[in-house]
């Protein structure tokens, strides 16, 4: 069943409440792939409802070209989705703009307690503001029980999680593994803008990450950061835009080890003009 007006599946969502039935959701920007998909067989096993949003949100993208860019796929992401559940199982919300913005697409203000001031909340200025105004009103509207988020978009995951603290919404937030590509590259809809080559040559950020664990072990932050920015000063195809190492918790850049504590190594990385972000824990 698809839904284009936050009114029609909020009623729909009420009938549902009333069944008590369990809803499982994961929100996208569509142009689906497997890593989605994924997302949501993890729901659907938990679940008597998958919800599934599918808005290109105009709030998080500080680059107009960047949003002009973004593939738009509503038909084929709906048939992609019947394609593994049936239509009484699952819910499409696919709105317009101003079904949730109504005439003045701007995003609120939030305060995520620093998270969201470091690597992409400081590259990406206002990112997170929109990331929380939309899943605001989706959380309000679709009423989840659980959503499920990949762990890609890992600094993403934890300012979800700090968002439905702030507002004390009912919601468990569930991070999933990432979903990669056979040559290693986290799935992204950003990788349809890739030739096929750009795509082979982008698995070269997994081997970084790799590289860059095993070091970790016998050396410190710094050695271990110098290492992996030499990696891409030799390398021809990949322009890097970040290599960081930080605690997984506060996702704070970090400058020594300590005992018991967890780090997470984040890149971005940049091939064919196409932004591409991945992360791996360092250390258990």
Partial sequence: MVFQTHKNLSTHIESLKNENLKIGFVPTMGALHAGHISLMKEAAKSNDILV??????????????????????????????????????????????????????????????????????????????????????????????????????????????????????????IGCPIKRESHGLAMSSRNERLS?????????????????????????????????QNLYHENQNLELEYFTIASEETLVPVKRKYRKHTYRAFIVAHIEGVRLIDNMRLSQ
């Fill in 52 to 173: 599934v949003s599918i808005f290109v949100n105009p709030t998080q993208f500080e680059n107009a070209n960047d949003l002009n860019k973004y593939p738009r796929t509503v038909e084929n992401d709906t048939r992609l989705i019947y394609e593994h559940f049936g239509e009484t199982q699952v819910v499409i919300y696919t709105p317009n703009v101003k079904d949730i913005y109504g005439d003045n697409a701007v995003a609120k203000s939030y305060r995520y307690d620093g998270l969201e001031h470091v690597m992409e909340g400081a590259n990406r200025p206002g990112h997170f503001d929109g990331v929380g105004t939309i899943l605001e009103f989706l959380f309000l509207k679709t009423q989840p029980d659980y959503a499920y988020f990949g762990e890609k978009d890992f600094q993403q995951l934890q300012i979800v999680k700090k968002l439905v603290e702030k507002l004390q919404l009912p919601i468990k937030i």
């Fill in 196 to 228: 096929p080559n750009a795509r082979k040559e982008a698995a070269f950020i997994i081997e970084s990450l790799g590289k860059a664990k095993a070091y970790f072990n016998n050396h410190s932050i710094n050695q271990t950061i110098s290492m992996v």
